[in-house]
């Protein structure tokens, strides 16, 4: 009988280095064959420098909503002025016997949730708030006051949302992949262990 599969979705403020940790991440779980795939996001903004490093695909929002109404997202909300979408692909990879990663929405969350009930690992990728403002500073994507919302509504949700584990990405990627790593092999055991 297979362990359960689960999707480890992972939310944080835009700017926590989530794409950064995932990316390497990714490397680590190839080279050691892990059951883990990590699943792009359909988004409604093209690819620039600022977004270089992130695995998205582009869409128009024409394309977005085609996909919508033709049921082609197993998650979808929006979230600073753009629509994102993961697609529905990620139901036969869990059949299929892999876990996945979801670079997730905090104000999707509940939806989550109830789609997945028994499959969702929530992981919040927190980083301090001054590290936070260097970042979102140096990617410049945002203005000054589009910035100061954003760790606003970091502040806030940080406080509200609930998760099942805890990142702290304010010191070193490889410190953040490795605390990655234990949460999904914990899950893992955890999982075999019920079987």
Same mark, same amino acid.
């Given at each position: 009988m297979k362990a359960q599969? +689960?999707?480890?979705?992972?939310?944080?403020?835009?700017?926590a280095g989530k794409d950064t940790m995932l990316n390497a991440y990714k490397q680590q779980a190839i080279s /050691? +064959?892990?059951?883990?795939?990590?699943?792009?996001? !359909?988004?409604?903004?093209?690819h620039t420098e600022a977004t270089q490093g992130e695995n998205f695909i582009s869409?128009?929002?024409?394309?977005?909503?085609?996909?919508?109404?033709?049921?082609?997202?197993?998650?979808?909300?929006?979230?600073n002025n753009c629509c994102y979408g993961v697609g529905i692909e990620i139901d036969a990879?869990? +059949?299929?016997?892999l876990s996945i990663i979801v670079n997730g929405s905090r104000s999707y969350l509940s939806e989550a949730q109830k789609? !997945?009930?028994?499959?969702?690992?929530?992981?919040?990728?927190?980083v301090s708030e001054s590290i936070l403002r260097q970042r979102l500073l140096k990617? /410049?994507?945002?203005?000054?006051?589009?910035?100061?919302?954003?760790?606003?509504?970091?502040?806030?949700?940080?406080?509200?949302?609930k998760v099942d584990e805890e990142i702290t990405n304010s010191t070193s990627v490889s410190d953040a992949v490795d605390n990655l790593s234990n949460i999904i092999k914990k899950y893992h055991s955890k999982s075999i262990e019920s079987v």
């Open positions: 599969t +689960k999707i480890f979705y992972l939310v944080g403020a835009s700017g /050691q +064959k892990e059951k883990i795939i990590i699943a792009h996001r !359909y988004i409604t903004r093209t869409l128009s929002n024409e394309e977005f909503i085609f996909r919508k109404n033709n049921q082609l997202f197993a998650l979808n909300w929006q979230a990879w869990l +059949k299929n016997g789609k !997945y009930p028994e499959n969702l690992v929530t992981i919040m990728v927190d990617r /410049q994507r945002e203005s000054l006051e589009e910035i100061d919302a954003r760790i606003h509504r970091h502040r806030q949700l940080k406080n509200t949302c």
